[in-house]
């Protein structure tokens, strides 16, 4: 009996033409890592840096920098190249 409700549901939602739900499964857009080159491009998207830990965003506060976002897959994307001085934090800004 739940199966064809749901079946007539469905039919009668594609029939008006409302669009149907995506899987629950499926990723939002914004989930998507981002590998930054440089600074520059990072500080357009996050103003002040980014951190792996809020250990690390605290650690920067108290040095004189602004607070970075914490986002460790970010950071484990770019650290590399960007956390020069290997503190936790890519491209921290000073006060």
Known sequence: ????????????????????????????????????????AMHEVYRYGIAMSRAAATRAVSDGMYRPRVKPQVYADSYKTLDRDKDGVMCEVPR
């Open 1 to 40: 009996m739940r199966r064809l409700l749901a079946v007539l549901v469905m039919s009668c939602v594609v029939a008006v033409g409302m669009p149907v739900m995506a899987p629950a499964s499926a990723a939002p857009a914004s989930a998507a890592t981002t590998r930054f080159t440089s600074c520059d």
